[in-house]
T-cell receptor
Framework: DGGITQSPKYLFRKEGQNVTLSCEQNLNHDAMYWYRQDPGQGLRLIYYSQIVNDFQKGDIAEGYSVSREKKESFPLTVTSAQKNPTAFYLC????????????FGSGTQLSVL | GNSVTQMEGPVTLSEEAFLTINCTYTATGYPSLFWYVQYPGEGLQLLLKATKADDKGSNKGFEATYRKETTSFHLEKGSVQVSDSAVYFCALGSGTYKYIFGTGTRLKVLA
C-alpha cells in the first residue's frame, strides 16, 4: 500500500532537547511539507521541499530544521530554540503540479515533559 | 494575500439532518479549492476538490460548488450520519507551493 508514514505517533521532549520526527513516503511524490496544528487553529506551514536536496522555510520555521537527502524522506527536527513545541505535527506530500491535492500522514503529537 | 475563512464550530446536528459548512476565500488568480476531513488523532484526508469556477466537487454524499462571484465553496450534505463526525477544513491552492487552510469546523452528529 502506498502512503505516508509518520513516526512516532506520540513524542515527549525534555527541556533543552532536540527531537526528530520521521516522515517517509512511497508515493514517488516530489514535494513534501511539514505543518503544525494547534487546537482551534488551521494548519501552519513550517517547511516544504519541492525536490531532493532543496527545501524552503514556511511561515513558522524558527526553531525547526529539516533535511531532504532522499526523495522518500523528509525528517523534521524540533530544536531547543522552539519554546512552545507542544502541537500536532503533520507531514504531507504532493504529486505533480501546484494546486494538486495533498496526501497527509497520520501525524505526531509532540508534548513537553 | 490569499486567505480562507470558514464558519466556527462546533456544529451539532441530529442524524439525517442537512449540513452546511460555510467557506469563503480571498485569492488572486484562479485557485483550486479543497475540503479535507480529519478524524480524531489522524491526518487530513481529501474529501473533495474543484479546480475552476462553477465546478462541483462531490464525494460520499458531500458536495461543494466553486462560486467565483461570491468567492465561496460551501460544503453540504443532505443527510449526515454519526460517522461524519470529524473536523472539516476548507483549503485553497494558489498555483504556488503554498496551500492556505481554514481554521477547521468540528461537526458532531448525534444518533
Amino acid at each position: 500500500d502506498g502512503g505516508i508514514t509518520q513516526s512516532p505517533k506520540y513524542l515527549f521532549r525534555k527541556e533543552g532537547q532536540n527531537v526528530t520526527l520521521s516522515c517517509e513516503q512511497n508515493l514517488n511524490h516530489d514535494a513534501m511539507y511539514w505543518y503544525r496544528q494547534d487546537p482551534g487553529q488551521g494548519l501552519r506551514l513550517i517547511y516544504y521541499s519541492q525536490i531532493v536536496n532543496d527545501f524552503q522555510k514556511g511561515d513558522i520555521a524558527e526553531g525547526y530544521s529539516v533535511s531532504r537527502e532522499k526523495k522518500e524522506s523528509f525528517p523534521l527536527t524540533v530544536t531547543s530554540a522552539q519554546k512552545n513545541p507542544t502541537a500536532f505535527y503533520l507531514c504531507a506530500s504532493r504529486f505533480g503540479q501546484n494546486n494538486e491535492k495533498l496526501f497527509f500522514g497520520s501525524g505526531t503529537q509532540l508534548s513537553v515533559l | 494575500g490569499n486567505s480562507v475563512t470558514q464558519m466556527e464550530g462546533p456544529v451539532t446536528l441530529s442524524e439525517e439532518a442537512f449540513l452546511t459548512i460555510n467557506c469563503t476565500y480571498t485569492a488572486t488568480g484562479y485557485p483550486s479549492l479543497f475540503w479535507y476531513v480529519q478524524y480524531p488523532g489522524e491526518g487530513l484526508q481529501l474529501l473533495l476538490k474543484a479546480t475552476k469556477a462553477d465546478d462541483k466537487g462531490s464525494n460520499k454524499g458531500f458536495e461543494a460548488t466553486y462560486r467565483k462571484e461570491t468567492t465561496s465553496f460551501h460544503l453540504e450534505k443532505g443527510s449526515v450520519q454519526v460517522s461524519d463526525s470529524a473536523v472539516y477544513f476548507c483549503a485553497l491552492g494558489s498555483g504556488t507551493y503554498k496551500y492556505i487552510f481554514g481554521t477547521g469546523t468540528r461537526l458532531k452528529v448525534l444518533a
